[in-house]
């Protein structure tokens, strides 16, 4: 699975600890995450998507080996 | 979402509690320095050792369980992780290493060494331990 994580980060001029902070989990989570190295359970998906105001799909993309 | 029904989330110890942790094993070290020199029957030394194990794995079990400064969903997976791996370690552990203690005592003619569950533990603790920590490097 990809995601835009960064990319909607920089459009609101967020940092990842003050994303962090939003919702609830530390820094490195949301690093990993970026990095494609964890994947966030449904309910931190749909945190970070109302902190960007938008859908979990918009996202969190599935790719075909997924 | 019904706000019951809540994953699992292990009770751990409070971060100051590594503290503790750490300094039980450098404690437990201590009487180590002195053991082999002191007047103590043998039997004596025995039950010393067996305490200064039990205080190590105790004090390993304080610092694997105690949570770190910021705890979220992904060092729970971490350490779910670590916790199996650690399992899987200890099962091939009790497997192989009676085998090689064995091969070793009868190859060199020594004592062969009962192998303990004190030693199990301590192993798995320490992998757990490393594993954890490793991971958590690497994110």
């Known amino acids: 699975m990809k995601n835009l994580l960064k990319i909607e980060r920089t459009k609101l001029n967020l940092t990842q600890k003050v ?3 939003k919702v609830g989990v530390s820094r490195q989570t949301i690093n ?13 998906a749909l945190k970070i998507s109302e902190v960007f105001q ?13 | 979402m019904d706000s019951t029904k809540r994953k699992f989330e292990p009770k751990l110890f409070p971060p100051v509690f590594k503290i503790i942790g750490v300094i039980l094993i ?3 070290f201590l009487p180590l320095t002195f053991i082999n020199s002191s007047d103590l029957m043998d039997d004596k030394k ?3 050792l067996i305490l200064i194990f039990n ?9 694997a369980w105690s949570k770190d400064k910021v705890e979220d969903e992904m060092t729970i997976s971490l350490r779910l992780k670590a ?8 099962v091939l552990y009790t497997v192989f290493m009676p085998l090689l203690e064995y091969s ?23 992998f757990y331990l490393i594993i954890y920590y490793l991971q958590k490097l690497r994110r």
């Open chain 2, 104 to 126: 070793f005592a009868t190859l060199y003619d020594e004592t062969l060494v009962v192998f303990s569950s004190q030693q199990l533990i301590l192993t798995m603790l320490i």
């Open chain 2, 55 to 63: 205080a190590i794995i105790l004090g390993l079990l304080i610092l």
């Open chain 2, 46 to 48: 025995e039950l010393m």
């Open chain 1, 32 to 44: 990993s995450i970026e990095t494609e190295r964890y994947v966030p359970s449904t309910v931190l």
């Open chain 2, 26 to 28: 450098i404690l437990a």
């Open chain 1, 54 to 66: 938008t859908t979990v799909n918009e996202i969190f993309i599935l790719e075909k080996e997924d």
């Open chain 1, 19 to 21: 994303l962090a902070e």
């Open chain 2, 83 to 90: 916790m199996s791996l650690a399992f899987i370690f200890g």
